[in-house]
């Protein structure tokens, strides 16, 4: 099953920083500009200090409202409303936008959504339709729904002003904390990490992949020279748990990302817990997958590096994480 709209497909187009740059002044007056944290190496137990880039703190509770806000306010069909296929931040995000733009939106989620994830996306005023066992299947339904309605549709991760969004996260992580050797981002889909790959190419910053040992999107599609089905499963798979990685990003990440790690769910939660017990911020288990490979020893850092950490987002029930 295809992940994406067909259409969306443009095999070795990378987002370019003049794109990133532009998407980062149309959705400012909508986005946060999210803060960074340093913290020394014995505050989290890591093996160096570590500079956090608290994403969570975003509008919607995670990055995913820059590539909504991007696409929405350039699409020609949003009169006609939105249609999104979510595990839950793509869709609280594109709510949010929706909302925020006078666009009535409507969301499609699998059945392992977080209740938590549903409910806000409720509440920013979305009409949510719930059903399927996984991504794939919500985002098949959306399809149909879509060709229906003659709506915009924003994809979770495989669309170019989606990448070109996401892609301001790197651009604020570069301009607020310079010098970072490695950077290291949670992927589901690939958006994000596609976006920032394409910041970060050609500078000295190296950008690392980490993923939930459940959903092995990319690991799994760059040992097999292209993108391909994985499982999805585990306590990151509302927010990671794409079946395969999307297509606009793999041709960066081959070029660009340094390497790629899989964590345990166990080390998922322990940085969670370790987030919430250093410096009291919540990150949702995706949104912890990065930093567990810094604590866990998946990705061990080389001497002398400075390291980034993206908390790519929050949208859990506060007291899961505390314990």
Request: some cysteine; overall charge neutral; charged content about 15%.
């Amino acid at each position: 099953m295809v992940d994406r709209p067909p259409d969306l497909a443009h095999p070795g187009a990378m987002t370019t920083r003049p794109e990133i740059t532009a998407a980062a002044a149309r959705i400012a007056p909508y986005v946060r500009h999210t803060p960074v944290l340093t913290l020394q190496a014995a505050a989290l137990g890591a093996p160096c200090d570590v500079v956090l880039k608290l994403e969570q703190m975003q509008v919607s509770g995670s990055f995913k409202a820059r590539g909504a806000f991007n696409a929405l306010l350039q699409s020609s069909a949003a009169g006609a409303g939105v249609i999104a296929a979510s595990g839950g931040n793509h869709g609280a995000a594109v709510a949010h936008a929706a909302g925020a733009l006078g666009i009535p939106a409507e969301i499609y989620v699998p059945a392992i959504a977080a209740p938590s994830k549903v409910a806000r996306i409720r509440e920013a005023g979305a009409v949510v339709v719930q059903g399927g066992a996984t991504y794939a299947e919500a985002f098949a339904a959306s399809e149909t729904r879509r060709a229906e309605t003659g709506a915009a549709s924003v994809h979770a991760y495989d669309q170019a002003e989606v990448l070109a969004g996401q892609g301001t996260v790197a651009r604020e992580f570069e301009a607020d904390s310079p010098g970072l050797t490695h950077v290291l981002v949670a992927v589901g889909g690939g958006g994000l990490i596609g976006g920032m790959a394409a910041w970060f190419a050609g500078t000295t910053t190296k950008v690392v992949a980490v993923e939930p040992e459940g959903c092995p999107t990319l690991f799994s599609a760059l040992r097999a020279g292209a993108p391909v089905d994985a499982p999805v499963g585990g306590l990151a798979a509302d927010s990671l748990g794409a079946r395969r990685v999307g297509s606009l990003m793999f041709g960066v990440a081959q070029a660009v990302i340094q390497d790629s790690v899989l964590v345990t769910d166990e080390a998922i939660r322990d940085a969670q817990r370790r987030l919430w017990s250093a410096c009291r911020v919540v990150a949702e288990p995706g949104g912890a997958t990065a930093l567990a490979a810094l604590l866990s020893g998946a990705w061990v850092p080389p001497p002398g590096a400075r390291v980034g950490v993206l908390i790519c987002g929050g949208n859990c029930e506060p007291g899961s994480v505390a314990g």
